[in-house]
């Protein structure tokens, strides 16, 4: 048998440069990591010995580089991620970035970072990934499982004041605006490298503990606006890795009710877009049960909206009535109520037209061509023209209906509309939904209406 060939190893520049950035021997180090490890339950017994293979360039198995990281941020006062260590090749780091619902703080910070990192340097393993229904739901679990976080402050790093935190939640303001104005291919790459080069040098600042739960707030609230715009800009495997990261952070601003919504506005609709009706409901449900008593009747009417959508693609038509009639009595108290200022600031966009967008993808799924088109122009009615893409899926709702009803000549008007509205826009979602309605217009291609469609269609792709 021919001998295995030799691996010549690279020496951990890295590592070692870190390690003397510390001023931290090899024994100090080894011991620095056993204790790490030891809080998240592992059994590490490593020696200066163990450093110095590492340091030759030896790469320590399963979450050994993340403990080391950790090890060694907690001595420099500051995030250190596996990348920094040098341990980010291979199995280590490989696809699994931001698929992890971290269990501490800490390891969420890095987490979170380096997607934000790869997402800027274009990694191909996240742009190629797919979704997987269990990497949805799994972190749903996780999430409702988990205690608090007792601590968030940090000590060490650029001191972070409230100022600090209103800056970004007025950039995420403008962000948001503009993605409804003019869809998320033209504003995505401005989100993320804002995360990465801003909000990632936050994090791994010095705060206090209140300040701290309002950053991580909202950070993670501009981390599921990009997970949204990559939705929208045709990444799903993408948006998958922002959203559960954005529960995390919720988390860690002890925010449950913006976890919820993370849980049934983004993951259940990413379920919804991807054909998973049942997590669509799980999702949902997860949402109502973790903010159970801790939200208003707004949220639940959201919460409830979600679940509807994954019963009626199921075709369960009775659990999916039930469900919307909750969602229309929520709204109905929250409406009611003289003062709404108990409304935090990410559910507010939710109103009666949001709720019949909701209701009218029900009613099509469900076959109920009637209720599809009320409640489309329901939602149509309510919607301002500053929200055109939402406007345009209202449009092709509605045509979709009209199809339905077997009103051919309407759809294709309606459809125009919407054709209109996303010439502005760079949205993946609303070219969807037009090449959804184009199916289903495919039995009446003969009629003169229809081809005029499909033209004005190819011609606004060229």
């Not at 030759?56 to 950790?70: D, L, S």
């Not at 341990?87 to 390891?107: E, I, Q, R, Y």
């Not at 997987?132 to 409702?144: G, I, K, N, T, Y």
Request: contains cysteine; charged residues 25%; neutral net charge.
């Amino acid at each position: 048998m021919a001998a295995r060939p030799l691996v010549a190893r690279q020496p951990n520049e890295r590592l070692q440069a870190l390690i003397q950035e510390a001023a931290c021997s090899n024994a100090g180090l080894a011991r620095r990591v056993n204790l790490c490890g030891a809080e998240h339950g592992l059994d590490l017994r490593y020696d200066k010995t163990s450093v110095a293979r590492w340091l030759r360039g030896q790469q320590p198995r399963g979450r050994a580089p993340a403990i080391i990281a950790e090890a060694l941020g907690r001595k420099l006062g500051r995030t250190v991620t596996i990348d920094e260590i040098g341990m980010a090749n291979g199995k280590n780091l490989a696809s699994g970035v931001g698929l992890m619902f971290s269990p501490t703080v800490l390891g969420a910070i890095e987490q979170v970072s380096e997607l934000w990192r790869s997402d800027v340097g274009r990694r191909d393993f996240l742009t190629g990934s797919s979704v997987a229904a269990s990497a949805l739901v799994e972190p749903s679990r996780d999430w409702l499982i988990s205690t608090p976080d007792p601590q968030v402050a940090r000590t060490a790093g650029p001191r972070v004041g409230l100022s600090d935190v209103a800056a970004l939640r007025a950039m995420t303001q403008a962000l948001v605006d503009l993605d409804h104005q003019y869809g998320s291919g033209q504003v995505r790459p401005v989100v993320v490298h804002y995360l990465n080069s801003v909000v990632s040098g936050l994090l791994a600042g010095s705060y206090r503990e209140a300040v701290g739960r309002e950053l991580f707030a909202a950070a993670a609230r501009l981390t599921e606006l990009a997970g949204y715009m990559a939705v929208d800009t045709g990444q799903p495997g993408l948006a998958q890795r922002y959203y559960i990261q954005a529960l995390r952070l919720s988390q860690a601003a002890g925010d449950r009710g913006y976890g919820g919504y993370v849980l049934a506005a983004s993951m259940s609709h990413l379920a919804a877009q991807l054909g998973n009706p049942r997590e669509i409901a799980q999702l949902a449900r997860a949402a109502q049960e973790g903010t159970r008593g801790r939200v208003t009747p707004r949220a639940e009417a959201m919460f409830h909206a979600a679940e509807a959508r994954g019963h009626a693609l199921l075709g369960d038509v009775r659990q999916a009535q039930e469900v919307a009639g909750r969602a229309l009595a929520a709204m109905e108290r929250a409406s009611g109520e003289e003062d709404s200022g108990d409304d935090p600031a990410w559910i507010a966009h939710f109103d009666e037209a949001y709720l019949a967008d909701e209701l009218a993808h029900c009613h099509r799924d469900l076959g109920q061509a009637e209720g599809a088109a009320r409640r489309a122009q329901e939602a149509l009615a309510g919607l301002p023209a500053s929200r055109a893409r939402r406007r345009a899926i209202g449009y092709v709702l509605l045509a979709t209906a009209q199809v339905q009803q077997r009103e051919v000549e309407q759809a294709c008007h309606t459809g125009l509309q919407a054709v209109e509205l996303l010439g502005s826009l760079r949205s993946n979602r609303g070219v969807e939904y037009l090449e959804d309605l184009q199916e289903r217009l495919e039995p009446y291609r003969d009629e003169p209406v229809v081809r005029e469609f499909g033209a004005r269609l190819e011609l606004q792709a060229a």
